[in-house]
């Protein structure tokens, strides 16, 4: 299994950033697909999760009404789409993978990819 995230870079705060997790080797309509994240110095952190139908969604408080998870199981994708970056938005994000049932937990989940680092200036 591999989940390969793409789509991250330098942006000003207030702008936007659309990240991209392709799956392969695993079809993401039987899992939970989640996004966490890591500052430097800091434990991976929770951002969002997105349940194998694409009914539920939960999110990270510092994100809510910012950030929209979504998924294309026909592309085998998962996407985050963030709005309004701050500085302390600054970090590397991870798609991760989980069977069910849905947890939050970076340590919880099954397959995890490399980070795509997002870099938010004041």
């Known amino acids: 299994v591999q989940l390969q995230a793409s789509g991250g870079g330098l942006v000003q705060a207030g702008g936007s950033l659309r990240l991209s997790c392709a799956a392969s080797g695993l079809s993401i309509s039987s899992v939970a697909m989640g996004w966490f994240r890591q500052a430097p110095g800091k434990e991976h952190e929770f951002v969002a999760v997105?349940?194998?139908?694409?009914?539920?969604?939960y999110y990270a408080d510092s994100v809510k009404g910012r950030f929209t998870i979504s998924r294309d199981n026909a592309k085998n994708t998962v996407s985050l789409q963030m709005n309004s970056l701050k500085p302390e938005d600054t970090a590397v994000y991870y798609c991760?993978?989980?069977?069910?049932?849905?947890?939050?937990?970076?340590?919880?989940?099954?397959?995890w990819g490399q980070g795509t680092l997002v870099t938010v200036s004041s």
């Open positions: 991760a993978a989980k069977e069910p049932p849905l947890r939050r937990a970076w340590v919880d989940y099954d397959w």
């Open positions: 997105i349940s194998w139908s694409g009914g539920d969604t």
